[in-house]
């Protein structure tokens, strides 16, 4: 049971690039989302979803775009990189009533 | 807008002590409360969670209390080993209406075990 699973774990980018950050889970939430931590913070929520086909902004969305086509898979998109998305991004799954989300390794991104 | 606090951001104690881990929160819309366990380079794992009917609860050496008139949650741990060396982070949602479990975390608790 691999849980929720994020690639890449690190990714340095340079200044007006794109990317898409992976994240898949295997234990059939309908819950998902999407948190960055920057450096000795608590974790601030970009984007959720609570099921296939509907998503919506958390508290710090500017700058980025989620989809969610299947139960498994939420990327989450930066089209064009700044220096303040530089922090370490995680997903994470849950359900309704179970809010003891299973969390991702994370993905290290450095924007330069 | 309204957010989860933390009295003490380091925390050291020696092994075997037992740790206590602060946290205030302001939403008094939140029913429902989380600790995670974040290691280096790993994400957060969940330890423990309670709902606002409840003022305590009791895990494997961890015991969640939980003070809705002050607005007061801590993490109590037994035993402390230093494999509970980590950031504690404390979490709080509301369950009903169009939450949909978004959970609003604290800053942390660095937690530093010497053996």
């Known amino acids: 049971n691999a849980g929720v699973t994020q690639t890449p774990k690190f990714r340095i980018l340079k200044i007006g690039q794109s990317m898409t950050l992976q994240c898949t889970q295997d234990?059939?939430?309908?819950?998902m989302y999407w948190y960055r931590q920057d450096p000795g913070m608590g974790l601030k929520l970009i984007y959720y979803s609570v099921g296939a086909g509907i998503t919506d902004k958390g508290e710090v969305p500017n700058g980025y775009n989620v989809s969610r086509s299947t139960t498994e898979d939420f990327p989450l998109r930066l089209e064009l990189a700044a220096p303040s998305q530089t922090s370490v991004y995680f997903c994470?799954?849950?359900?309704?009533?179970?809010?003891?989300?299973?969390f991702g390794s994370g993905t290290r991104l450095t924007v330069v | 807008g309204e957010s989860v606090g933390l009295h003490l951001p380091t925390l050291s104690v020696q092994e075997g002590d037992n740790s206590i881990i602060n946290c205030a929160y302001s939403n008094s819309a939140s029913d429902y409360f989380i600790w995670y366990k974040q290691e280096s380079g790993k994400g957060p794992q969940f330890i423990i969670d309670i709902r606002s009917n409840m003022d305590k609860r009791q895990g494997q050496r961890v015991t969640v209390l939980l003070n809705k008139t002050v607005k007061h949650l801590s993490l109590q741990i037994a035993a402390t080993q230093p494999g509970d060396s980590a950031v504690y982070f404390c979490?709080?949602?509301?369950?009903?209406?169009?939450?949909?479990?978004?959970?609003?975390f604290g800053q942390g608790t660095i937690l530093t075990v010497h053996p």
């Open positions: 979490a709080e949602t509301s369950s009903g209406g169009t939450s949909y479990g978004k959970l609003t």
């Open positions: 994470a799954s849950g359900d309704r009533g179970h809010y003891g989300y299973t």
């Open positions: 234990m059939n939430h309908n819950y």
